[in-house]
Nanobody, 112 residues
Framework: QMQLVESGGGLVQPGGSLRLSCVAS????????MSWHRQAPGKERELVAV????????NYADSVKGRFTISRDNAKNTVYLQMNSLKPEDTAVYYC?????WGQGTQVTVSA
């Protein structure tokens, strides 16, 4: 069974940092592009960051460039999202995605 399980969300003050993790199982993780998406209340789900199968190529939404970093460890079947300089507008449920499966999401709340 293909599965993605996110962790690492929580409540953080503006300017703070969080690192999200997503552990994959049930498919050949190292063969696939992976991505992080987010959905804020009342808004559509949006792409945040994407990384190629080998980890050497990444792309980011303009709203997070310079603050967020996507990375992966193919030996651990895990993709990460390091989020720095967090803003209240980063508040959302964050989802990990492989081409064929979504994770369940983890809540990130940025508030004083």
């Amino acid at each position: 069974q293909m599965q993605l399980v996110e962790s690492g969300g929580g409540l953080v003050q503006p300017g703070g940092s969080l690192r999200l993790s997503c552990v994959a199982s049930g498919f050949t993780f190292r063969a696939y592009v992976m991505s992080w998406h987010r959905q804020a209340p009342g808004k559509e789900r949006e792409l945040v960051a994407v990384i190629n199968s080998g980890g050497g190529t990444t792309n980011y939404a303009d709203s997070v460039k310079g603050r967020f970093t996507i990375s992966r460890d193919n030996a651990k079947n895990t993709v990460y999202l390091q989020m720095n300089s967090l803003k209240p507008e980063d508040t959302a449920v964050y989802y990990c995605k492989a081409p064929m499966v979504w994770g369940q999401g983890t809540q990130v709340t940025v508030s004083a």
